[in-house]
């Protein structure tokens, strides 16, 4: 006989409706029906999506949630029909490991308190100092120093948090303890710690483990017997090794190709099975078989109306499928679905066009340095630009000075020529080309100052 065995479980939810009288317009079927069997020494894996039920049947076993319907038998009791007295006494040997570490630990009491409360709950050592000897023990078995005793939840990281949750299941020493997501909230290295531990606890002090994830590698590791739940119902349960090597049940092999395989050989070769449609809800199931809307093989006449039971397929693996064998020959045909390459899932093969290749790019703004020099570069010229203006003007000012001389020069008779005042002496030629060259020179100083005060106003 198993140390524990689950027979019919169902776990129900009253719909209620009314403002004066409450009235059950229905229910939310969270388990419906789920039998399986946990060995002594070996540890169990629940696996599914969120939402099937892991958890509330994890905590139906401990009786945390009442129990619609079926018996959960643990070492020949059926917990089920216990009074509330002796199902707490009998707890004892039933413990959990909850998801979230630091919302079970209260945050107002120290690690001693903590893990010393079950102890006095149930009568386990004479006073407190026995206590903590063991106390120290168990911490001492899950990797924490002593001085952790005094100290309080929010001073331990997220992987000691869970340690310490792990201590006070193993101080109470049960024979079986339910794992719920027990390393989903951790980073990889630190799950691989806590999975590592919770191994060399089983092989020390012989646990059982009932260890619920979603997580396939994990549950791949540390798992003896796997079973995989559906929409509140036990799809395919086989041994470990058998159920990643060849799942039978439609559902399993969606979930199987859709972890990756660190072998690029090998994820080049696989294939991913695509769902269509939506996970029903659980207060309005499918009739038949629960996973006919969404399975690739479904066929209306029978998978629609039957529910499938769990039959053993040869070897410990046991699937509740109709067409389960003709799957796996290939005889039966996909109805809906898409089966495509796993590396190539949402990911377009159309190659870039030479056209789209060879497009210009816009040009883009640089950074606000070059920016703002370009800026700077552009004032400075729209500055020069009236200075050089001004420096052309003087130059060809000076070029007409000369042109103006050299005819002077040439044509010195026209000069003597011109009328003289009565009474005045006529200027001998000496004498006049000298007036003459400071004339030109000062009217030339004149125009060079004017145009060097525009430029200057320019500037």
């Not at 540890?43 to 892991?54: A, F, N, W």
């Given at each position: 006989m198993s140390l524990l065995e689950l027979d019919g479980v169902k776990v129900h939810f009253p719909i209620k409706k009314g403002l004066l009288f409450d009235r059950t317009v229905g229910h939310v079927y969270a388990v419906d029906g789920i039998s399986l069997k946990v060995?002594?020494?070996?540890?169990?894996?629940?696996?599914?999506?969120?939402?099937?039920?892991?958890?509330?049947?994890?905590?139906?076993?401990?009786?945390?949630?009442?129990?619609?319907?079926?018996?959960?038998?643990?070492?020949?009791?059926?917990?089920?029909?216990?009074?509330?007295?002796?199902?707490?006494?009998?707890r004892r040997r039933l413990q959990m490991v909850f998801q979230d570490p630091l919302g079970s630990l209260n945050p107002r009491q120290n690690i001693e308190s903590i893990l010393s409360e079950g102890m006095v709950a149930h009568g386990i050592g004479k006073d407190q100092e026995e206590r903590r000897e063991k106390i120290k023990s168990i911490l001492d078995k899950v990797g924490l120093p002593s001085?952790?005793?005094?100290?309080?939840?929010?001073?331990?990281?997220?992987?000691?948090?869970?340690?310490?949750?792990?201590?006070?299941a193993l101080v109470l020493e049960p024979d079986v303890i339910i794992c719920d997501e027990p390393v989903s909230a951790l980073d990889v290295s630190v799950q691989a710690q806590v999975i590592n531990l919770l191994?060399?606890?089983?092989?020390?002090?012989?646990?059982?483990?009932?260890?619920?994830?979603?997580?396939?590698?994990?549950?791949?590791?540390?798992?003896?017997?796997?079973?995989?739940?559906?929409?509140?119902?036990?799809?395919?349960?086989?041994?470990?090794?058998?159920?990643?090597?060849?799942?039978?049940?439609?559902?399993?092999?969606?979930?199987?190709s859709a972890v990756p395989v660190p072998d690029p050989e090998v994820e080049d070769q696989r294939e991913r099975i695509l769902l269509i449609g939506d996970l029903p809800s659980p207060a309005n199931p499918p009739s038949g078989c629960r996973f006919h809307t969404r399975c690739p093989w479904a066929q209306a006449e029978r998978c629609s109306t039957e529910r499938p039971q769990l039959r053993d397929v040869g070897g410990g693996h046991r699937v509740a499928c109709h067409f389960a064998d003709e799957i796996a020959a290939g005889t039966l045909a996909r109805?809906?679905?898409?089966?495509?390459?796993?590396?190539?899932?949402?990911?377009?093969?159309?190659?870039?066009?030479?056209?789209?290749?060879?497009?210009?790019?816009?040009?883009?703004?640089?950074?606000?340095?070059?920016?703002?020099?370009?800026?700077?570069?552009?004032?400075?010229?729209?500055?020069?630009?009236?200075?050089?203006?001004?420096?052309?003007?003087?130059?060809?000012?000076?070029?007409?000075?000369?042109?103006?001389?050299?005819?002077?020069?040439?044509?010195?008779?026209?000069?003597?020529?011109?009328?003289?005042?009565?009474?005045?002496?006529?200027?001998?030629?000496?004498?006049?080309?000298?007036?003459?060259?400071?004339?030109?020179?000062?009217?030339?100083?004149?125009?060079?100052?004017?145009?060097?005060?525009?430029?200057?106003?320019?500037?």
């Open positions: 060995e002594a020494g070996q540890t169990y894996g629940l696996v599914g999506e969120s939402g099937c039920g892991k958890t509330t049947l994890g905590r139906s076993v401990l009786r945390l949630v009442d129990i619609t319907e079926g018996s959960v038998v643990l070492d020949g009791t059926d917990l089920a029909k216990l009074p509330g007295e002796e199902m707490r006494r009998f001085n952790a005793l005094s100290r309080y939840p929010h001073e331990f990281s997220g992987g000691q948090r869970q340690r310490i949750g792990i201590a006070r191994e060399e606890l089983q092989e020390e002090l012989g646990l059982t483990y009932l260890v619920i994830a979603h997580d396939l590698a994990v549950v791949r590791h540390i798992s003896d017997t796997i079973g995989v739940m559906y929409l509140g119902s036990l799809v395919e349960e086989a041994p470990s090794d058998a159920l990643y090597a060849e799942p039978k049940h439609p559902y399993t092999k969606a979930l199987m109805t809906t679905g898409e089966v495509v390459p796993a590396t190539r899932e949402g990911v377009e093969d159309a190659p870039v066009s030479e056209e789209l290749a060879a497009a210009t790019v816009p040009e883009q703004a640089g950074p606000p340095e070059q920016e703002s020099t370009k800026a700077e570069t552009a004032e400075k010229t729209d500055a020069a630009e009236p200075a050089e203006k001004a420096e052309a003007a003087v130059e060809a000012a000076g070029q007409a000075e000369q042109a103006e001389k050299a005819a002077s020069a040439g044509k010195p008779g026209e000069a003597a020529e011109a009328p003289e005042p009565e009474g005045a002496e006529a200027p001998e030629p000496e004498d006049e080309e000298a007036g003459q060259a400071e004339e030109a020179e000062k009217a030339e100083k004149a125009e060079k100052a004017d145009e060097a005060g525009k430029a200057d106003k320019a500037v």
